[in-house]
């Protein structure tokens, strides 16, 4: 990994040395040989000329003479190709030599040649020959011959010194190679490394190269991708952080559904909405984990027409939370296609806000009506002539009378509710002293509980703050709520009124009866209009079911507030809490 | 190769499609029994008359469901683990008929009853449906995740309505001794009582086969004790 690009320059310059080595040596080798060769003939042949062959019968001595004086092999044939003198002594033996390539060219030119091997001495040979001629008269020929181990050995030397080069360009080309793919490699390797830290997510910073070719040209490259690169990501990161962020914070469930119609992701919203109740509910379908009817019906008809659609639903055991289900397809993000959003929104508060603004209508309606009803009736009545008998019109009187003023109290009631709610009661705060607006309200409410055989105790200690309230509305507030535990209360019961000053600079008016009690589960509900714990039984006592409604609103004007205990079949205890007088604000 | 692959998911899809439409047919029933029961507390008869009329959709999805069982029976030939969902699912299926028409049952008398007035105010019913509920919501929960341990637990939720429903009995038995003129209304409340009894045995029944599916092992008539603790230890292992 590491030297390979050492290698192969490494290699590159080796081939091109060996490959002009080889040329060179191939070249000139032959070149040299070539030459070598014809000069060896030249001398041969003048050698060869030199030979006065006269007369035959003195060959051999003439021979030897020459073979000693130019180093040869000599040998002279006659005619028909018999060996008449020969200088080596070891190739006496052989037959006709007419048919040797130096002979046939000797005869047809005057001259011959030839290179070859030869196997009596097994050596490469040199041979020349020359016609021996008698006047006109062809009678032989003679053929000198020499080895060729000098120019063997000339080659050789040669070869020698090409190897020599050879190796001084393979030590030095290896010294190049590798100063030079060092030099190469050491920015590549930089670049490289920069490129990996970038690929694994870290800030590799800026490459720095120190060179002006194409490498730091690409090093500038390089940086400027990277630092581009970084900014993107840097984008991609924050919008990918905005759209997460509206994702998980969102107050609304959003559930993404796969292409399979299974849940593929449910964000914070949805979890909080969920609660524990359904556990972890991706890779379930809709109706594995929320058994819902409504909600598989509009997947179901959501998937057969492909449009958006909203539905409610209600979730759960009581209390129930109801929340519209948007469906709708998942468009304009890549992998988004097929996949389905369902968004929640929990609607619970607003239904049941729906559901008391009916009820009141529904109510306001049936407690107009109920007295209204009984007033048309008299008065028929009375029209019909019951008005003649005097005894009779005035208990009809005195009940019409008595129906027209609960109808005058409920509108009242409702006046005052109204006012509150609009914030257009006006109060006339002031230092209200709680022992004696005690004694007020407990020695009206002492004719009505005395009647009924009730006992009513008053444990107000001395030394109470003053609170800041409006006397009137105070008084109204105390007298509503002694008046209900008086009526709330079975006959030989007790009501007591107490009084402490509370922490946080209150203090708290007590109201506790041993009456028949509120249901746990109902006294949330004590505070809103009409509601009544036993319906029949409050409006036989002459209640507008506004009453509570009014305290509360009445309380919380003033800046104090009302809490109620209860226990069923063991009473109930309302509790004031007014804010201690700070002087005149 | 390709081809195979495709059958097989095709194949996987019916499965899931029975599962679904199981889910679908709990829901309904669910639904019913909230619905029935609602109509007893809040003397509603419209919504027992809706609670009878939907019972239609109820038997229209049982035969689709058994129809798709039967067919996959017929065409893929299952073994092993899917041969015994199967099987499981067609019970299953039979067994959520039976509680739509007891919701029916219920609703029926819930009509006679919203007619007098009431004989006293309900506590332990609701408390029956509830629970009879949580026990087919259950089942079918073990049913689509394989949950031996789960089934299991619904098995053992039966006691507490058969302890329910005695106490009913035995509550109404005073009252019938007391005022003969509340026996009509008594033998009325008791076959409520009796049938939301009969709904938590069908889930109990759903739940024992979600044991059997998982472990290959019948606990349909054993008591879900201490004996059977064990039962989901040895979870077949074929496929």
Not at chain 1, 10 to 36: C, D, E, H, M, N
Not at chain 1, 51 to 74: F, K, N, T, Y
Not at chain 1, 404 to 414: G, K, Q, T, Y
Not at chain 2, 203 to 212: E, F, I, L, R
């Amino acid at each position: 990994m590491k030297g390979r690009l050492f290698f192969k320059i490494f290699a590159t310059y080796l081939a091109i040395a060996v490959l002009s080595i080889g040329i060179v040596g191939i070249l000139a080798g032959s070149q040299i040989r070539a030459k070598l060769e014809k000069q060896i003939e030249r001398e041969l042949m003048s050698y060869a000329g030199l030979v006065d062959l006269h007369p035959m019968q003195e060959i051999q001595p003439r021979v030897e003479e020459i073979a000693r004086v130019a180093g040869v092999r000599v040998t002279v044939i006659d005619r028909e190709g018999k060996v008449i003198a020969e200088t080596d002594p070891e190739a006496v033996t052989l037959g006709s030599h007419l048919e040797r390539p130096e002979i046939q060219e000797a005869r047809v030119r005057g001259k011959g040649s030839s290179t070859r091997y030869s196997r009596t001495l097994h050596e490469d040979m040199i041979y020349v020959a020359l016609p021996i001629r008698k006047g006109p008269e062809l009678v032989g020929y003679i053929r000198l011959a020499r080895p060729l181990g000098e120019v063997r050995k000339t080659i050789e030397a040669f070869s020698e010194i090409l190897l020599q080069s050879f190796l001084i360009i393979l030590v030095s080309s290896v010294a190049v190679a590798f100063l030079f793919s060092r030099k190469l490699t050491t920015p590549i390797r930089d670049m490289e490394q920069f490129t990996e830290r970038l690929r694994r997510g870290e800030t590799p910073g800026t490459l720095l190269i120190r060179s002006s070719d194409e490498i730091g040209l690409l090093a500038e490259n390089i940086n400027y991708l990277v630092a581009e690169l970084q900014q993107r990501i840097a984008a991609l990161q924050e919008e990918k952080a905005k759209v997460e962020a509206a994702f998980s914070s969102a107050m609304d469930g959003v559930v993404l559904l796969d292409i399979d119609g299974k849940i593929e992701t449910v964000n914070r919203g949805m979890r909080d909405l969920m609660g524990e109740r359904y556990g972890d509910i991706t890779g379930k379908t809709p109706l594995e984990a929320f058994r819902n009817l409504d909600l598989q019906k509009a997947l179901d008809r959501f998937r057969a027409s492909g449009q958006p659609l909203l539905q409610e639903i209600v979730l759960g055991e009581e209390p129930h939370a109801v929340f519209d289900v948007a469906i709708s397809p998942v468009r304009g993000v890549s992998g988004g296609e097929g996949k389905t959003m369902l968004v929640f929104h929990d609607v619970t508060r607003l239904k049941k806000l729906e559901r008391m603004r009916v009820d009141f209508v529904a109510n306001v309606t049936h407690e107009i009506k109920t007295p209204l009803t009984a007033i048309l009736g008299y008065v028929e009545t009375l029209q019909e002539g019951a008005i003649e008998d005097r005894e009779t019109a005035r208990k009809f009187l005195s009940t019409i009378a008595r129906h027209a003023e609960r109808l005058n109290r409920l509108v009242e009631d409702l006046l005052t509710i109204s006012n509150a709610e609009l914030g257009e009661i006006h109060f006339s705060f002031e230092s209200v002293a709680v022992s004696g607006i005690a004694q007020s309200v407990l020695a009206v409410i002492q004719q009505k509980a005395a009647g009924k055989g009730i006992r009513i105790a008053s444990e107000i200690p001395e030394g109470l703050p003053p609170v800041r309230a409006d006397r009137d509305r105070m008084t109204q507030v105390l007298l509503n709520i002694l008046d209900n535990a008086v009526k709330f209360t079975p006959e030989g019961g007790g009501v007591t009124l107490s009084a402490e000053a509370a922490s946080g600079g209150e203090v708290v008016l007590r109201v506790a009866d041993t009456g028949i009690g509120v249901p746990r589960e109902e006294i949330g509900r004590l505070g809103e209009r009409f509601y009544r714990v036993d319906k029949t039984r409050s409006r036989e006592l002459g209640g507008t079911g506004l009453g509570l409604s009014i305290v509360k609103h009445l309380m919380n004007a003033q800046g104090g507030r009302m809490e109620i205990e209860s226990r069923l079949g063991r009473g109930t205890t309302v509790s004031l809490y007014f804010p201690v007088w700070r002087g005149a604000a | 190769m390709e081809e195979t692959r495709r059958t097989i998911t095709h194949y996987e899809r019916e499965l899931q499609e029975i599962k679904q439409n199981l889910l679908y047919l709990g829901a309904l029933t669910e639904k019913a029994i909230e619905n029935v029961t609602a109509s007893l507390l809040e003397r509603k008869s419209d919504v027992a008359r809706q609670v009878i009329e939907g019972d239609a959709e109820i038997d229209r999805l049982d035969t689709d469901i058994e129809e798709q069982c039967i067919r996959l029976l017929a065409l893929r030939q299952p073994i092993a683990r899917d041969l015994r969902f199967i099987t499981t699912a067609i019970k299953i299926n039979g067994h959520l008929e039976r509680i739509g028409d007891m919701a029916v049952n219920i609703a029926e008398k819930v009509l006679l009853l919203n007619e007098v007035p009431q004989l006293k105010p309900y506590i332990d019913l609701p408390r029956m449906a509830v629970i009879a509920r949580e026990m087919i919501r259950g089942s079918l929960d073990a049913f689509v995740r394989e949950d031996c341990e789960l089934a299991n637990r619904i098995r053992r939720m039966d006691a507490e309505i058969d302890t329910l429903n005695e106490q009913i009995f035995r509550e109404l038995l005073t009252f019938m001794l007391e005022d003969a003129r509340t026996i009509h209304r008594a033998l009325l409340i008791m076959q409520v009582s009796k049938n939301m009894e009969r709904i938590a045995d069908h889930a109990k029944g759903m739940a024992d086969m979600v044991v059997y599916m998982v472990t290959g092992i019948n606990v349909r008539h054993q008591w879900p004790g201490d004996a059977t603790q064990d039962v989901c230890a040895n979870k077949r292992q074929d496929s």
